[in-house]
T-cell receptor, first 116, second 115 residues
Framework: NAGVTQTPKFQVLKTGQSMTLQCAQDMNHNSMYWYRQDPGMGLRLIYYSASEGTTDKGEVPNGYNVSRLNKREFSLRLESAAPSQTSVYFC???????????????FGDGTRLSIL | AQSVSQHNHHVILSEAASLELGCNYSYGGTVNLFWYVQYPGQHLQLLLKYFSGDPLVKGIKGFEAEFIKSKFSFNLRKPSVQWSDTAEYFCAVNARSGGYNKLIFGAGTRLAVHP
């Protein structure tokens, strides 16, 4: 059971370099999410995609862009990496929620990104 | 703005001790509440969830949580912890924005259980 697959697992970048983090899910979920996890701050939502063809900003979108390539794939791009973007990045997916119900999210294993 | 507050950032217990992790939220609408667990080096996994009905929710691995609407709380409990419960625990609440539900996470509580 693959679930949510993220690549790469580790990456070191220099300031100013660009990079795309890949995420794919095989659960036929409509909604996908990108979070960053920093010590003492929990998970913060960067961008999300409620369904194929739509993307929206989350809590901390600055410096990032996303692409919902198809129903399975949701990529996160850093155009010009900065040291403040050093973090662990998690992708997640879920069934689409309703007005009164939020479906549990399934998480990938994360990408540890260090920017020097 | 919606927020989730976890009172304890670090908790250290001995095996067989009882556990209670606090979680309070601020959100005026209908809530869905979750506890996630992250074992060292792993991704987040759903521990339990509350949508409606019985406010005492039972999850995996002997964990339970009680939703107290009047206190805006959803505390996590376990009667007797094991070394394998060493992990970071996150409380999360749904937040409705722009016609869509999103999860707001607390900062997390690191639990260390000593043999």
């Amino acid at each position: 059971n693959a679930g949510v697959t993220q690549t790469p697992k580790f990456q070191v970048l220099k300031t100013g370099q660009s990079m795309t983090l890949q995420c794919a899910q095989d659960m036929n979920h409509n909604s996908m999410y990108w979070y960053r996890q920093d010590p003492g701050m929990g998970l913060r939502l960067i961008y999300y995609s409620a369904s194929e063809g739509t993307t929206d900003k989350g809590e901390v979108p600055n410096g990032y862009n996303v692409s919902r390539l198809n129903k399975r794939e949701f990529s996160l791009r850093l155009e010009s990496a900065a040291p403040s973007q050093t973090s662990v990045y998690f992708c997640a997916s879920s069934d689409i929620g309703t007005e009164y119900s939020n479906q549990p999210q399934h998480f990938g294993d994360g990408t540890r990104l260090s920017i020097l | 703005a919606q927020s989730v507050s976890q009172h304890n950032h670090h908790v250290i217990l001995s095996e067989a001790a009882s556990l209670e992790l606090g979680c309070n939220y601020s959100y005026g609408g209908t809530v869905n509440l979750f506890w996630y667990v992250q074992y060292p080096g792993q991704h987040l996994q759903l521990l339990l969830k509350y949508f409606s009905g019985d406010p005492l929710v039972k999850g995996i691995k002997g964990f339970e949580a009680e939703f107290i609407k009047s206190k805006f709380s959803f505390n996590l409990r376990k009667p007797s912890v094991q070394w394998s419960d060493t992990a970071e625990y996150f409380c999360a609440v749904n937040a409705r924005s722009g016609g869509y539900n999103k999860l707001i996470f607390g900062a997390g509580t690191r639990l260390a259980v000593h043999p």
